[in-house]
């Protein structure tokens, strides 16, 4: 059973940081996602199986970083200039096989923790 934990997610004024993380019970490819309401999952960033390259959405990219601590079997999300568009639950998850960026290949999801982003 993999187990994916979450934490991080909270309230931040525009502009600022946010650090999400993501303890699994073992090594998997891993990816961040997040939903907004009213609309769809959508992929936000995630390593590839191999967990050597790491892939960005285009709304993100240069704000975004994503990191990992094998050790720890944990992988993260760094946050910085926050907009209010980035509100939304951020869910990690992990994926035995399939594309990083559709949400349908991942096959492990975390409870979700709330981001939001205030203007």
């Known amino acids: 059973q993999v187990q994916l934990v979450e934490s991080g997610g909270g309230l931040v004024q525009a502009g600022g940081s946010l650090r999400l993380s993501c303890a699994a019970s073992?090594?998997?490819?891993m990816g961040w996602l997040r939903q907004a309401s009213v609309k769809e999952r959508e992929f936000v960033a995630a390593?590839?199986?191999?967990?050597?390259?790491?892939y960005y959405a285009d709304s993100v990219k240069g704000r975004f970083t994503a990191s990992r601590d094998n050790a720890k079997n944990t992988v993260y999300l760094q946050m910085n200039s926050l907009k209010p568009e980035d509100t939304a639950v951020y869910y990690c998850?992990?994926?035995?096989?399939?594309?990083?960026?559709?949400?349908?290949?991942?096959?492990?999801w975390g409870q979700g923790t709330q981001v939001t982003v205030s203007s």
């Open positions: 998850a992990a994926r035995k096989a399939g594309t990083y960026s559709d949400p349908r290949a991942y096959d492990y």
């Open positions: 073992g090594r998997y490819a």
């Open positions: 390593f590839s199986l191999s967990g050597v390259s790491r």
